[in-house]
């Protein structure tokens, strides 16, 4: 499977768009319905977190580029915003009652849970890029 890319406009608009793209990439890539569906939820996390936090509302790129590494199937989501340091982002304590749990992290949290890697860059040139990484376990 050859890489391939899909830019889109900074808007949570885009998000059915961009779990569209990832899900035939991760089928195509020959993951079962369960790993595409934990691929497709870190993916729309990622680009959430890009959306939400690197643009804080303003305008701006989110490129989502797939390809098949092996027997991985890995997806970058790039953005040109806010920078993001993941060490700033305490591991929330998921055994806290509700009313005793931080709020933020969570998303951090499920989108390791679902995937097997998750690494984190930024650059001033290439930009802020998430790198997602599901090994295929299925058999065929």
């Known amino acids: ?8 406009e900074s808007s ?3 998000l059915a768009a961009i779990a569209e793209f990832v899900a035939d990439g991760a089928r195509q890539a020959g993951l079962s319905e369960e790993e595409v569906f934990a691929v497709q939820m870190a993916a729309d996390e990622a680009c959430t977190n890009s959306i939400e936090h690197a643009y804080g509302g303003q305008e701006g790129e989110v490129r989502i580029c797939c390809w098949a590494e092996g027997n991985e199937y890995v997806v970058r989501i790039t953005d040109f915003g806010r920078p993001f340091d993941p060490d700033s982002v305490p591991i929330p304590d998921t055994k806290a009652p509700l009313t005793e749990r931080n709020i933020g992290g969570l998303g951090l949290f499920f989108m390791r849970e679902l995937v097997d890697q998750v690494d984190f860059a930024s650059d001033p040139i290439q930009g802020n890029q998430v790198t997602l990484r ?3 376990h299925a058999e065929f």
């Open 134 to 136: 599901k090994r295929r």
């Open 1 to 8: 499977m050859r890489p391939y890319e899909l830019c889109v």
């Open 12 to 14: 949570l608009s885009h």
